[in-house]
């Protein structure tokens, strides 16, 4: 027997897309709705009845979400899953844990496999900790033999043996996501496969949460690990495979894979963001974009000096009448992790008032001296103030990057930790000769 | 242990896998009984409530004021409560089914169990709630000093003719639910519209004899004749009835498993 665990072959999964092509003519007239309408009515009626797939729009088109992908994983391996929103990862993830079946290949999984898609799947809130225990642990695939047996150990991990018997809805968010990953991680699969579960959770809790994961690679078992957290997927795994755009994925050797995606996410950035055409410009039906910019003291740019301001200006339709919006601003670095987040419900303005329907700006301004070198992904998301409602969400991220200009006078010259760099106030003062240290 | 993924493979092994996740089936009815009875402290009240009041109406309206006949020598309260148990049955496990997948899709958006288990589930609740009020049940035929014959012994079979003629519908309705979000709206009309045209507050013998058999097209029909004949035990059985009705109780449960595993392959990725 061979020591692959995990054989992906050809592994493909096709979509069908809908495209209503109507939205696209200049202008429909009544009659001729009612004429398409009455005779597709009868056809979907029969449909409705036989609960056949109605895919909206007349033109459907094919989207390859994962095509001919092949890969191997070994035994004890703990392999890194990366790519960005929409390459394919999550498909991936789902193919392999048989929510949806594959459009064509093959996966052969040599062992017991255990997906941790989320945390806490299942859980109810109603129900106590220790019923939640049962609950989850079933929906994962445990018998109930098996979640007696650890009982004692999940609680043990969880640190919750004084709420055992209050019902989750009054855990903390903290305690809640202890308990979910505790019941998950002690599944004891032969193969294990988590997704960005270490997204949540404070540090202390990321800190176990990857020690459970190394203990579990150690003892011999396999993990496929997809994560956004380059930070993570570094300490944890011994490979890792980059998805793009559903083709083959590139493995090789962490540092190796983690530099060539950071890379490729700068590079394949456009620079421009203005939409002129107007069936081109996204957004849905309350918000649609249609000018996205960066700018420094002069110009549009997507390099800043650590001394500039940055200056991000949108430019969008609002078209539902008296809405109370706000643009919502986050920051992530490369690796993923979050920088910083703001909306523009502090805007003098706009903000208290509701926004009548028509072409808005809004500008947004970072100081100089704020961020640190490195390359930043900026997320762009319009929300109902009033509801705390997203209205819509760009689903590109705006990338830039900040570069040093400072001048030093020492001979370092290398970058300052952490992802902002504020001036801040220094002071040192001579106290006088004094008593001497001795 | 080897694990194959590959096209068309879940579908092969689908019964396997419903007996396999059997534990999962338990757990799921266990959570959705022990949240109702949680959440209102008139949890197990409701279960008796609801059948009491809708009988006394019925019996006030159709034995009092339109004077329907009864069956046998049964009271005509009696006759109405034992056609409101499977009814209520029926019609709260239809409902439930229909929504079930939906309100369960956190679950089936993120791990693999064959998804008939959501619906069964759901149904076996709607049973906790007919064995509490089957116990009023008992507690009326004391009331009225009717004891029950032999037939009573038989009722089982009928709970499970009712089950199956909840399931095969509630599959049915549960694969429409998941396509077409605004189905739901229609439901409470089918569930009431049902009710009119299934002999809950009269009995089925006002039903002219030349319609009866077509009456029983209803699976709902053969149902609350035969827990009638069970419980009152007055009568010759209705075979003809609970026949056809188990036919038709049958075919939907086919049609709705159909319905429900053809859609069951792109849940993941409507829901």
Redesign the interface.
Known sequence: MSDTVIRVENLSKK?LVGHQSAERERYTALRDVIGREARNFLRKAVD?V??R??VQGDQVEEFWALKDVNFEVKRGEVLGIIGRNGAGKSTLL????????????????????A?L??VG??F?P??TGR?NI??NG????M??ADIKKRFDKIVAFAEVEKFLDTPVKRFSSGMYVRLAFAVAAHLDP?ILIVDEVLAVGDAEFQKKCIGKLSEVATSGRTVLFVSHNMTAVRTLCSQVAMIDRGRMPVMGEPSVIIGRYSESYAKSTPREHAWDCPDQRPGNDRIRLRRIELQNESSSADEFAMSDDITIEVEYYNLVESTRLAVNFALYSVDGSEVLEDWSIHEETWAKKLMPCGMFSTKCRIPANLLNVGTYSLRVIFFDAEAVRPLYEYDQRIIFSVYDNEERDVLWHGKYIGHVHPKLYWLTQSLGEGERAR | MIEIIEAGRIERHYWQDLWRYRELLQVLAWRDIAVRYKQTVIGAAWALIRPFLTMVVFTVIFGHLAKLPTEGAAPYALMVFAGILPWTFFSTAVAEASNSLISNSNLVSKVYFPRLIIPIATVMVGLVDFLVSFALLLALMVWYAYPPMWQILLLPVFVVMAFFASLGIGLWITTLNVKYRDFRYIIPFLVQFGLYISPVGFSSAIVPSKWRLLYSLNPMVGVIDAFRWCILGTGAAPWPSIGISLIVALSFLWFGIRQFRKMEKSFADVI
Not at chain 1, 101 to 109: N, S, W
Not at chain 1, 138 to 141: K, R, S
């Open positions: 979509y409705v036989r609960g797939e109605i789902k193919i392999l844990s048989k929510i949806t079946e594959p459009t064509a290949g093959r996966v052969t999984l040599y062992g017991r496999v997906t898609l989320e799947t299942g109810h109603e129900l019923e049962y609950l079933a929906v994962l695939g018998k109930r032969e």
